[in-house]
């Protein structure tokens, strides 16, 4: 069967979730073909901060990273990401229950919630070797719990730091640890893939193949890993940035200050620090229409008063320690936003749907498959696909003919009681149901059927 022809069918599920702050994309005369918004915009706001709300919706960001849920009353329309650290459990009962109350109490405000930071990294893997494989239990139980009590909040996988591999294991390379997640089957048990491209010293259209790998654009070594195993899910940029120079404020940092150490290359000036995060967010809304909510490391670590002056998390962030607005600040709240409408955007693909057989010998024969797969909002989408069969044969079989996001669905035909050689047209329709309005689409595909004996 010739494989290199496929049949692409694209549903767009035309439904809203929670449509907020949406503009129009102007489209002109010399734009005849305008870029579908896919992006949110996003920006941590970390715990235990007084925020003025004015700073978060001055930049116009239509969604907030946060990492407590009582923190979610204090950003009125905005949408929600909470980050919920997981470790290896001692007990798996303990942790399903754990799991399953926490969920039940966030309530309706939380949009979203991300299962873990950066497990690639011993420091944040709880003192354990970083293990992919051990990750991918821990989130397949914490999907399945999560879905079991509340399936329209979305699931995201941990935000893999960009790095290399150590010689002992300390951190393993963000392209070696996603790999082997999706060998292990984490392909299932996320609605959206988490990483953290960081752009270090580098500008976001620096080559990830470079002489620097560890660059904004290493995000797309990262798609192309899903794509080979088949998953075609939205990755969300949970946390990114540029370490704005301290000595622009008058504090003087290096590598001989214990909590600025190994982070002293990466300052770049607050100029540059503005114009890489805008850049950042212009390639992914050009580049990569499978990437979703971008979140910016951050709104206001500088304002911990209780961290030491030189610690790295302040100089990454969009407001000085005194609660001025950075450069990068305005730079972010000027900058065009594309919003998404967060609707799911679905694709149905088919083998080459045409099969030949012999009048000599009827059967019933496997004619292609057919796949499911999201590559736009997350969303739990379920498609009814039937055969159209007449009174005569051939007639075509679907197994199983419901299917979710990520299924994969056999099609058959029978050419039992086809009498007369020649080309046969064949029908299926899918058919889904989202807000009380059912869409359909129909593919067709032929069986071919000889005398030739060969074709047996």
């Known amino acids: 069967m010739n494989r290199s022809q496929r049949i692409r069918v694209w549903l767009f599920i035309c439904v809203c979730l929670l449509c907020l702050n949406a503009v129009p994309v102007k489209v002109t005369a010399q734009d005849p073909q305008p870029i579908e918004p896919h992006l949110g915009y996003g920006i941590h706001v970390g715990p235990n901060t007084n925020v003025n709300y ?5 930049l ?15 950003f009125g329309n905005k949408r929600i990401l909470l980050r919920h650290d997981v470790i290896w459990p001692q007990d798996w009962n303990a942790f399903k229950a754990n799991l399953a109350g926490f969920v039940a109490g966030l309530g309706s405000r939380i949009d979203a919630i991300e299962y873990g930071n950066e497990p690639n990294l011993g420091s944040e893997w709880h003192g354990r070797t970083p293990n ?19 399936p329209n909040l979305i699931v995201v996988s941990a935000g893999l730091a960009p790095t290399v591999t150590l010689p002992n ?12 997640m999706m060998e292990n089957g984490a392909g299932q048990w996320f609605d959206a893939f988490g990483y953290h491209p960081y752009g270090y010293n580098m500008p976001p259209e620096a080559d990830p193949n470079g002489k620097q790998p560890l660059v904004f654009r290493r995000t797309e070594l990262i798609r192309k890993i899903m794509e080979e195993n088949g998953v075609y899910k939205q990755i969300w940029l949970t946390e990114f940035g540029w370490l704005r120079d301290p000595g622009e404020d008058g504090v003087g940092c290096s590598d001989a200050n214990p909590d600025f ?13 503005a114009n890489y995060l805008v850049d950042a967010f212009k390639y992914a809304h050009e580049n990569w229409p499978w990437a979703g909510p971008m979140f910016v490391w951050n709104l206001n670590w500088g304002l911990m008063t209780w961290l030491p ?9 969009v407001l000085t320690p005194s609660g001025a607005r950075t450069p990068a600040f305005f730079a972010l709240a000027r900058m065009p936003h594309y919003y998404s409408n967060y609707t799911p955007k679905i694709e149905v693909e088919t083998d080459d749907l045409v099969v030949k057989a012999s009048l000599a010998c009827p059967k019933r024969m496997l004619m292609g498959n057919l796949s499911v797969q999201n ?3 997350p969303a739990n989408v379920k498609l009814d696909i039937q055969p159209v069969n007449g009174i005569d044969p051939p007639f075509v079989e679907i197994k199983p003919n419901q299917a979710k996001i990520g299924d994969k669905v056999s099609i058959y035909v029978n050419t039992e009681g086809v009498h007369t050689a020649g080309q046969y047209p064949v029908y299926i329709n899918v058919r889904y149901s989202i807000g009380g309005q059912v869409k359909s689409q129909s593919m067709q595909g032929f069986v071919i059927i000889t005398e030739n004996v060969s074709d047996c």
């Not at 002056?309 to 962030?317: A, L, Q, V």
């Open 375 to 377: 590559i736009g909002y």
């Open 132 to 150: 992919a494989w051990e990750y991918v239990q821990v989130l397949r139980v914490a999907y399945q719990v999560t879905k079991s009590v509340n």
């Open 261 to 273: 150490s190994g982070f002293a290359w990466l300052r770049v000036p607050g100029v540059t620090q």
């Open 60 to 74: 116009r960001m239509d969604w907030v990273k946060i990492y407590e849920p009582g923190q979610a009353g204090a």
């Open 169 to 180: 294991r300390e951190a393993i390379s963000d392209l070696e640890y996603a790999r082997e």
């Open 309 to 317: 002056p030189c610690d790295h998390r302040r100089w990454f962030g």
């Open 54 to 58: 004015t700073d978060v919706n001055d």
